[in-house]
């Protein structure tokens, strides 16, 4: 069993910056890959980032070259640096494991229950 549990969101102005972190508790935390989510209202969820075990990371389009996937196996924990925050980035994050790194959310068994990130204008 896992489990997952995001902090670090809050509300910000675009152009600021947070970083997000998933604190896993489970034996599998260093063999997975792990991944951000977010779900605006009325969206369905999207990829944001995934990084594997040994840290090679993937991300979306809509936030290459502001959000960075880290994670620290030694703290069983991932973090998600977001930089130049905009409206756009306001959502509901998740983090999540898989085996395997994958940008589609049905192959990640474990979710954290989210942290709200609000992006003003």
């Known amino acids: 069993q896992v489990q997952l549990v995001e902090s670090g969101g809050g509300l910000v102005q675009a152009g600021d910056s947070l970083r997000l972190s998933c604190a896993a508790s489970g034996r599998t935390f260093s063999t997975n890959a792990m991944a951000w989510f977010r779900q605006a209202p009325g969206k369905e969820r999207e990829f944001v980032a995934s990084?594997?075990?040994?840290?090679?990371?993937f991300y979306a389009d809509s936030v290459k070259g502001r959000f960075t996937a880290s994670r620290d196996n030694a703290k069983n924990t991932v973090y998600l640096q977001m930089n130049n925050l905009k409206p756009e980035d306001t959502a509901v994050y998740y983090c999540?494991?898989?085996?395997?790194?994958?940008?589609?959310?049905?192959?990640?068994?474990?979710w954290g229950q989210g942290t709200q990130v609000t992006v003003s204008s």
């Open positions: 999540a494991t898989s085996p395997i790194p994958t940008i589609h959310s049905y192959q990640y068994s474990y």
């Open positions: 990084i594997t075990r040994s840290g090679n990371t």
